[in-house]
């Protein structure tokens, strides 16, 4: 079965520019991390807007296991989103959230809006996306499952994960305590809040309570305030607010999936 159909952002609604860049997603965490920093270059950078930085979107479905389908394993071997093919460098195939992130930067910020000139600042930076990756992602992907979609309820899964999660919000709070708090490093928005704010921002659903962070969560309505963030998490849907009855019809509709495919 082939791939679905690419789509345009919002940002390109009308353009006939031919897409260059081409992101393949899904709305989760790791997700919204390429369209935010997409559409936040392309507001930097509006004389490539039409050209190197124009993108285009597929969303690929977990139910239907299209992360695994044969044509997407071409282009991420791991089978998960989110995933990007840069036409401007041959078709170059960028998979894992952060390297995507890293590659945009590099290769299309000259101005270093979201990234850093300094080496020291570089590294801090870097330290703060693997901090991200390598912690927060994991530690919180793990809350989400054992308080949303575990057959069965495990107090013990739920009440590690979630306090794991929380500990690593209190070394974000320390983070932008270090600085003049309101971003993780060199007092400027950049890539290393970008890595880790969709997951920040659905603390909620891993049933975090976020009130004993404020600096954490100032920080969270900074960047949605953003015009570029707002744009990015338009990309693949706008969600929207869930009532407690939403939520759980969502995570009953998840679970269905992901226990079917940990029964393979």
Known sequence: MPLPAAQL????????????????????????????LLEELRLAYPDLKDGALSYDFTTLSFANKEQKDPEYLKINPNGRIPALVDDNAGGHNVFESA?????????????????????????KALSWIFFAHGGVGPMQGQANHFYRY??????????R?????ARLYSVLEDGL??????WLVGDKYSIADINVFGWVRS??????DITPFPKLAAWLDRI?????????????TRGKKLTKEEEEEKA?????????????
């Open 9 to 36: 952002p919002e940002s390109a609604a009308g353009s006939t520019a031919p897409a260059k860049l081409h992101l393949y997603t899904a709305g989760t965490p790791n997700g919204y991390k390429p369209s935010i």
């Open 99 to 123: 390297s995507i992130l890293i590659w945009l930067v590099e290769n299309y910020d000259k101005d270093n809006h979201f990234w850093f000139s300094d080496a020291k600042l570089r590294s």
């Open 150 to 159: 575990a057959p069965e309820k495990i107090p013990y899964g739920v009440k």
């Open 161 to 165: 994960y979630q306090e794991e999660t």
């Open 177 to 182: 305590n270090a600085g003049k708090g309101e």
């Open 203 to 208: 603390h909620a659903w891993a049933g975090i």
């Open 224 to 236: 949605e305030s953003r015009p570029g963030a707002y744009a990015g998490l338009g990309v693949p």
């Open 252 to 264: 009953k509709e998840a679970q269905a999936w992901i226990m079917a495919d940990q029964k393979k």
